[in-house]
């Protein structure tokens, strides 16, 4: 072989070999880049990403994201052609799953409803209203349960057995499904079960003209808009004086229905809250060596609604989280509310709040404003409370002066940067049950954004939530169902739920109590005000101090 041509491709090896290091060094050098390259990419995007939501800590939520979170809890829609094939309570059996030799305080107590209709055939959907609620009658104690909807015909209710002796299950068939159904279809059909009445007044001259939130655009109209919080409501321009003169608003219920002859039966107040039939005994409950409550350890103010949140013992609430007996005297109440200023806002179940303290105080100075304010001026311990009526609209006979009945959510902007020593409980809700759930949600939503603009400005300012109660079971139920609360309860759960705030569970409270009265008597409000003050004060509850006898 040719020597020269054996040096030739010896040379020639060595460069290829020399540009396949190259090469793989260039590849390597450009990897070792792009991996950090993506790697700073990376940690920057997530950075950017978690600064982000730092900067923004609750999302926006809207009117739709609202209702949507409530469809588990709107009626199916089946046909039901005789009130023979509706739900009936008569025919309805509440039964123990997984009955004990032996209860003890602190057991869970699990009942199954099983629903039929009058003719006894199963129900095979779910959609009734349920309430239901544990209670001993010579002991002045009571709980409410949890209902579960298991969308089959049947429902699970849940207790927590607090107290030692007797203790007897009540479950109320509230309204059949079809009941609910046909209140949901006529709650959403239309704003036309309440009629407005706006008074004009410019110097002596009055006049009057119908208002509303949907009236006819084809008609001269005055509109009064809040742009930024998306509320209004319109009136039909007076016969001469300006729209700006309006004064007052009244309102009364607009005669009709819109049930048809066969739903508005299931409404006749025999119908209405009938007990279904235990298939067992009362409970004997004993005090065994074990807790009787796995809670209780811990007071903060925001508690998310539960039940149980706390019982009835000796006609007076029992918080299963905080210490609510020390605030049924002056001394207590008036050492935790020292030096506060405290805003009560809505309606006049939150007014009955200012009723009950003002009832204790010895020591103060006392001024009306009208209807629509009252305020009170603890001297010795230098407390101010007030209360504010909520913004149109207001069901009432009675003639509400415009401008001292402002949207909430202006009077929250009105607070500055005060600090924990301010203090704000909102209660709205019970004006609004006649109107499409729209109306009431746009106005939860104004409220979020009002409190999250509070306490932006002020971090330590602190606000509660009081859930409605119940109301008459006579109450018009098309417009003032206890179904329409409960639906609005769970709105509030949903709009204020991720923020700082406390609930006081009303709701929970009169249902416990089997009250039905819109403005339950001065025990029960006596026990809300005494579970917002143990929450607002942080009071600890002593697990030990539990009814024993």
């Given at each position: 072989m040719?020597?020269?041509?054996?040096?030739?491709?010896?040379?020639?090896n060595?460069?290829?070999?020399?540009?396949?290091?190259?090469?793989?060094?260039?590849?390597?050098?450009?990897?070792?880049?792009?991996?950090?390259?993506?790697?700073?990419?990376?940690?920057?995007?997530?950075?950017?990403?978690?600064?982000s939501?730092?900067?923004?800590?609750?999302?926006?939520?809207?009117v739709?994201?609202?209702?949507?979170?409530?469809?588990?809890d709107?009626?199916?829609?089946?046909?039901?052609?005789?009130?023979q094939?509706?739900?009936s309570?008569?025919?309805?059996?509440?039964?123990?799953?997984?009955?004990?030799?032996?209860?003890?305080?602190?057991?869970?107590?699990?009942v199954?409803?099983?629903?039929?209709?009058?003719?006894?055939?199963?129900?095979t959907?779910?959609?009734?209203f349920?309430?239901?609620?544990i209670?001993?009658?010579?002991?002045?104690?009571?709980?409410?349960?949890?209902?579960?909807?298991?969308?089959?015909?049947?429902?699970?209710?849940?207790?927590?057995?607090?107290?030692?002796?007797?203790?007897?299950?009540?479950?109320?068939?509230?309204?059949?499904?079809?009941?609910?159904?046909?209140?949901?279809?006529?709650?959403?059909?239309?704003?036309?079960k309440?009629?407005?009445?706006?008074?004009?007044?410019?110097?002596?001259?009055?006049?009057?003209s119908?208002?509303?939130?949907?009236?006819?655009?084809?008609?001269?109209?005055?509109?009064?808009?809040?742009?930024?919080?998306?509320?209004?409501?319109s009136?039909?321009?007076?016969?001469?004086?300006?729209?700006?003169?309006?004064?007052?608003?009244?309102?009364?219920?607009?005669?009709?229905?819109?049930?048809?002859?066969?739903?508005?039966?299931?409404?006749?107040?025999?119908?209405?809250?009938?007990?279904?039939?235990?298939?067992?005994?009362?409970?004997?409950?004993?005090n065994?060596?074990?807790?009787?409550?796995?809670?209780?350890?811990?007071?903060?103010?925001?508690?998310s609604?539960?039940?149980?949140?706390?019982?009835?013992?000796?006609?007076?609430?029992?918080?299963?989280?905080?210490?609510?007996?020390?605030?049924?005297?002056?001394?207590?109440?008036?050492?935790?509310?020292?030096?506060?200023?405290?805003?009560?806002?809505?309606?006049?179940?939150?007014?009955?709040?200012?009723?009950?303290?003002?009832?204790?105080?010895?020591?103060?100075?006392?001024?009306y404003?009208?209807?629509?304010?009252?305020?009170?001026?603890?001297?010795?311990?230098?407390?101010?409370?007030?209360?504010?009526?909520?913004?149109?609209?207001?069901?009432?006979?009675?003639?509400?002066?415009?401008?001292?009945?402002p949207?909430i959510?202006?009077?929250?902007?009105?607070?500055g940067?005060?600090?924990?020593?301010?203090?704000?409980?909102?209660?709205?809700g019970?004006?609004?049950?006649?109107?499409?759930?729209?109306?009431?949600?746009r106005?939860?939503?104004?409220?979020?954004?009002?409190?999250?603009?509070?306490?932006?400005?002020?971090?330590?300012?602190?606000?509660?939530?009081?859930?409605?109660?119940?109301?008459?079971?006579?109450?018009?139920?098309?417009?003032f169902?206890?179904?329409?609360?409960?639906?609005?309860?769970?709105?509030?759960?949903?709009?204020?739920?991720?923020?700082?705030?406390?609930?006081?569970?009303?709701?929970?409270?009169?249902?416990?109590?089997?009250?039905?009265?819109?403005?339950?008597?001065?025990?029960?409000?006596?026990?809300?005000?005494?579970?917002?003050?143990?929450?607002?004060?942080?009071?600890?509850l002593?697990?030990?101090?539990?009814?024993?006898?």
């Amino acid at each position: 072989m040719n020597q020269s041509m054996i040096t030739t491709s010896d040379s020639a090896n060595v460069r290829r070999n020399e540009s396949r290091k190259k090469f793989f060094i260039f590849l390597c050098v450009i990897t070792i880049v792009l991996l950090l390259t993506k790697r700073n990419l990376t940690s920057s995007f997530i950075f950017h990403r978690f600064s982000s939501t730092a900067r923004v800590p609750h999302e926006e939520m809207t009117v739709d994201d609202v209702m949507l979170s409530l469809q588990w809890d709107l009626p199916p829609s089946p046909v039901w052609k005789s009130i023979q094939n509706t739900s009936s309570p008569a025919q309805s059996t509440a039964s123990l799953e997984h009955p004990q030799a032996q209860y003890c305080m602190g057991d869970t107590l699990d009942v199954r409803v099983d629903m039929r209709d009058h003719s006894g055939r199963p129900k095979t959907h779910g959609g009734d209203f349920i309430l239901a609620r544990i209670h001993s009658r010579n002991l002045q104690a009571s709980a409410a349960g949890a209902v579960t909807d298991l969308r089959n015909g049947s429902y699970r209710v849940r207790f927590t057995l607090l107290w030692p002796g007797e203790v007897q299950v009540s479950v109320l068939l509230m309204h059949s499904s079809e009941a609910v159904q046909a209140l949901w279809r006529s709650r959403q059909l239309n704003y036309k079960k309440i009629t407005h009445k706006g008074t004009f007044v410019n110097g002596s001259k009055t006049e009057t003209s119908e208002c509303g939130f949907q009236l006819n655009a084809s008609k001269s109209l005055c509109e009064y808009k809040d742009e930024r919080d998306g509320e209004s409501y319109s009136c039909y321009t007076p016969p001469t004086l300006p729209c700006h003169s309006i004064d007052t608003m009244s309102s009364f219920n607009t005669p009709g229905s819109a049930l048809t002859k066969e739903e508005a039966s299931l409404f006749n107040r025999k119908n209405i809250g009938v007990k279904i039939k235990n298939h067992f005994d009362n409970v004997d409950v004993k005090n065994c060596s074990v807790s009787p409550s796995k809670v209780g350890k811990y007071c903060i103010q925001r508690i998310s609604p539960s039940i149980p949140s706390g019982y009835y013992w000796r006609n007076q609430w029992s918080s299963l989280y905080c210490k609510t007996g020390s605030f049924f005297t002056l001394e207590s109440i008036n050492r935790c509310l020292k030096g506060k200023t405290l805003y009560l806002m809505g309606d006049s179940t939150m007014r009955q709040w200012i009723q009950n303290m003002n009832s204790f105080q010895t020591d103060k100075s006392r001024d009306y404003r009208g209807f629509s304010l009252l305020k009170i001026v603890n001297i010795k311990s230098n407390y101010t409370v007030y209360w504010k009526n909520h913004g149109h609209p207001r069901i009432t006979f009675n003639k509400i002066k415009l401008i001292e009945a402002p949207y909430i959510s202006r009077n929250l902007d009105a607070i500055g940067a005060e600090g924990e020593d301010t203090v704000v409980v909102i209660g709205v809700g019970q004006h609004f049950r006649a109107y499409p759930l729209e109306l009431f949600v746009r106005r939860l939503l104004s409220l979020r954004r009002a409190f999250q603009r509070l306490q932006a400005r002020s971090p330590r300012t602190r606000i509660f939530i009081k859930l409605e109660n119940t109301r008459e079971l006579s109450s018009e139920p098309e417009r003032f169902s206890d179904w329409h609360g409960h639906l609005q309860n769970l709105a509030q759960r949903k709009v204020f739920g991720d923020l700082q705030v406390g609930f006081v569970d009303a709701w929970e409270m009169t249902v416990a109590a089997n009250t039905f009265v819109i403005h339950p008597n001065p025990t029960i409000i006596a026990s809300e005000v005494a579970e917002f003050l143990s929450r607002l004060c942080h009071t600890p509850l002593d697990t030990s101090a539990r009814p024993v006898s």
